[in-house]
């Protein structure tokens, strides 16, 4: 980066810090095409995921190492797409079905 350029960047930081405590006002406002509504009615609003899952399926939140996480999008992505998620899964499944003992079942 340039002297010039870093000079800019500068400049816009302590704008943007002005801006922020209210030391200066900003020089452009944007104005949306429609403007919010003063309230609105989420009676009939419904909590939880957006899309349901299918049977058989469990939604969970668990940590999984970066390392890890890192190397399944990364087997995604050299097979041209699709989902990690279901890569880990798929990986999971695959070893509970190979353990001693457990009987062969179909995907769900």
Known sequence: ???????????????????KRGLRKPE?????????KPEYDFSQGKRGAVTPLPPGKSRITIPLDEE?????????????GGNYQTLINQVLLDYVRNQPGQAPQEDM
Do not use: N
């Open 68 to 80: 890890v996480l890192e190397w399944f999008r990364d087997q995604v992505e050299e097979a041209g």
């Open 1 to 19: 980066m340039d002297d010039k350029a870093f000079a800019e960047l500068m400049e816009s930081i302590r704008e943007a810090g002005e801006i």
């Open 28 to 36: 452009r406002v944007f104005e949306f095409a429609s403007p919010m």
